[in-house]
Nanobody, 119 residues
């Protein structure tokens, strides 16, 4: 069963930091492509950061708007994927979702966690 549970969202002032966590339901997630997406009111869901297994390591990619400020990492021992968000801006406010591309090609999502950034 594919389960993702996000946490770590909240209210932060502009310039502050948050770390989002995505707890997965098993070690098999360590070899699957995973990502963080966000959706602001009235906007489409967009990719923020993604990580893909490459050999013994991981490759990552980021939306241009978050490069240098956000970092996606995996802790395989904890079956968890993180999104460290620094220098947050009001436009980063959204519901953030964790995603995994499963073996069947289907994307599975968590329930989302709200990030609010005050100016």
């Amino acid at each position: 069963q594919v389960q993702l549970v996000e946490s770590g969202g909240g209210l932060v002032q502009a310039g502050g930091s948050l770390r989002l966590s995505c707890a997965t339901s098993g070690t098999i997630f360590s070899i699957r492509p995973m990502g963080w997406y966000r959706q602001a009111p009235g906007k489409q869901r967009e990719l923020v950061a993604a990580t893909t297994r490459r050999g013994t390591g991981n490759s990552t990619n980021y939306a241009d708007s978050v490069k240098g400020r956000f970092t996606i990492t995996r802790d395989n021992a904890k079956n968890t994927v993180y999104l460290q968000m620094n220098s947050l801006k009001p436009e980063n406010a959204a519901v953030y979702y964790c995603d995994v591309r499963w073996f069947d090609g289907i994307d599975y999502w968590g329930q989302g966690t709200q990030v609010t950034v005050s100016s």
